[in-house]
């Protein structure tokens, strides 16, 4: 995972997503991305354009995601969005299959819009919303000028060929809060690294960022989304899912709240069948020890003391006021079959680092 | 007594306790932020039946799954209704769930061992 968040360690927030893409997940991001422009940043005026564009890229996305099923690529090119949030600016990114016929038309509208000033995008978007269909100047869908409209900068495109047939096309939005026409963001080729990044590491989400009980939900309901709801989740899906709660609350719980944020990171990923929760997020000096002691205890203990031990915390009725047990750990040690590993750092600014990797 | 309906929703399960039956069952996921915070209508109901109890009480669950807060929460409610047997009352736990679903008769297995009563598994 380090290598991955180091990629992305300028931005507040970074959430990368791969796989199933629906409308209820739109809703998620968008509720994540409002959530904090306007609690945790000073870009709280770009939180309607941001939501809209969002919404604009999942549309272009889930347009696109049928034709997959039917070819059986999805595990070897998921749909892939990102948002990050830095100090001045949103950039979201997306990545998704096209067949190789329509690039040309493709490349053409993105041209255009992207030669386009905002008058003339105006213009252009008022033609095509009166007219029904496309312009006589090549033609651009509604959806793509409105999103250079309200992004206001060029839109960052590339394709890459996947197979003699298809190929991959990302896109790189970026909202500003600087009135100037000029990107300042990362190249096109950035983002594209980055999924094959992420796509070679088997990873299902990224996220890096604050993780309080508001952002908690909306991670965990977009997850729930891509494996448990519409149809029947196996035993093993449940158990990541528990884990993934567990891991996810005490972090909302118990991290340590750093400049007014509850800074954490995870990364989800499957490899050979196996899910990884790989987690980290910053804690108090004070309860280091105490979690410390109680990770060596637990990754020490046979499944039959994890087992007893567990049924003793079960009956000994403590549910503390914030509706803490002191099961979480124990829980996350049988659904893994004990099969975790844990550091506990010092950070050069001299806070304390605790993170798990966990196997289900 | 009025029978009292809690919707399910992404993070909690639906919640029917219908006091006048004796039965009272909760489906589907269960993981809220602060479990007293959720269940505490719940147990103010419970509590209330206890004072005068059907015959049989039924407490039925069906889970999709929930967090280890909720566990403990589910012994709460158990550990409850049980005082229904000192006054010669019975109270019958059904435990539904899938054959294939391990973790939950897993779970399920823990609660019959842990609480001795009248505990049963069902696969549906």
Redesign the interface.
Known sequence: MKELIDKVKDNKICLSYLGLFNDDITTRLIAISEYYLENKTDLGKLKNKVSLLIAECFQNIIRHSGMKDQQGTLTENPDFFQLSILEDRVVLSSCNLIQNEHIDALNEKMMLVNSLSSEELKQLYQEVLTNGSFSEKGGASLGLIEMARKSGLPIKYAFQESSGTQSRFFLSLEVSTSKERISAGLDILYHVNFYLDLRDHKVIMLYKGDLSKDIIVSLINMLQNNFIDDRKPSSKEKRFMVSLIEVLQNISKHGKTIRGSKEGMFCISMLKGDYIIDSGNYIEEAKREALESTLTEIRSMSDEDIGRLYKERLLDNVITEDGNCGLGLLEIAKNSGNNFRYAINQTPEKEWFYSIKIKI | MQTLVIPQT??TPEIVLDGSEGTFSFAG?S???????FYNDTLKYLEAYVLQPRDVTTLEFSW??????T???I??II?LLKTVNKSGKSLRIKWFC?P?????IEKGN?FA??LGADFSIHYL
């Open positions: 992404n993070e996921k993981f809220p932020e602060n479990v007293n915070d999709l799954y929930f967090n280890t807060a566990s403990k929460m012994v709460r550990m899938s294939d679903d391990d973790l939950i823990e061992e842990l």
